[in-house]
């Protein structure tokens, strides 16, 4: 029976997790608002909540998530041959993997992608070419246009040596990135559309247990009952 137990052990060790998860928290502070219909960039404009003020340097609370696992379903240079970038593009389906969401204070108003009854979020990352002078890797979470409103979070390289060929970072760190950045455009009580930029200022991973695929809790479990018969057999 001790062989059996040794097995399990082996098995749960060795079996892949479902997806290589990564998780971060980030703060951002609020960089420009422009009020569209006012063709101007004001110092402080109307929230989405009737009575709420966004201003600027307000802080911003957010996460997001994405699988460095993903395949790309799609990119640019099928299109146009020897380009100076390359953007591959990664499946928009909803997944716990694929989201974002922030709030910027002290106004509470809260962005929600990914989510039932939210816009999908989707993925980019932006390949380029190394020997071009000033090109760099970019990053990108975008949700698709959902009741007027955008949101984007980009995450610009240092160089365009970050990832190559349609890799994703396995992780992100300020400290491997050129400039990080929010938007968010929406529309405010009464009309009227409002472009919001923001920097990001940190940005912290969070630890996560990989949860093991569902082949092998099947047979975890399946161990778990021979070892149960065994007890059995020897007690009897």
């Given at each position: 029976m001790k062989y059996i137990a040794a097995a399990i052990t082996a098995l749960v060790l060795t079996v892949p997790a479902q997806a290589a998860l990564q998780v971060y928290e980030f703060t951002a502070s609020v960089s420009g608002l422009g009020d569209v219909r006012a063709l101007t960039w004001a110092q402080s404009v109307s929230g989405r909540q009737e009575?709420?003020?966004?201003s600027l340097g307000d802080r911003i609370v957010g996460r997001f998530a994405y699988d460095t696992t993903a395949k790309s379903t799609f990119n640019s240079g099928e299109w146009f041959p020897n380009p100076d970038t390359n953007t591959y593009f990664y499946s928009s389906?909803?997944?716990?993997?694929?989201f974002f969401t922030f709030t910027i204070l002290p106004s509470g108003h809260t962005v929600r992608v990914g989510d039932a009854n939210a816009p999908v979020s989707s993925m980019s990352f932006t390949d380029g070419k190394p020997n071009i002078a000033n090109m760099t890797d970019v990053l990108s979470f975008r949700s698709e246009v959902f009741n007027g409103e955008s949101n984007s979070l980009n995450f610009t390289g240092s160089?365009?040596?970050?990832?190559?060929?349609?890799g994703l970072p396995g992780h992100l760190s300020m400290a491997d990135m050129g400039s990080a950045s929010l938007h968010h455009d929406y529309y405010k009580p009464g009309g009227g559309r409002i472009l919001l930029n923001a920097t990001i200022t940190s940005l912290n991973e969070i630890a996560i247990t990989p949860v093991p695929e569902p082949?092998?809790?099947a047979m975890l479990l399946a161990g778990l009952?021979?070892?149960g018969f065994s007890a059995r057999r020897k007690r009897n």
């Open positions: 009575g709420s003020v966004i389906a909803p997944s716990p993997a694929n160089t365009a040596n970050w990832v190559s060929n349609g082949g092998t809790w009952t021979i070892l």
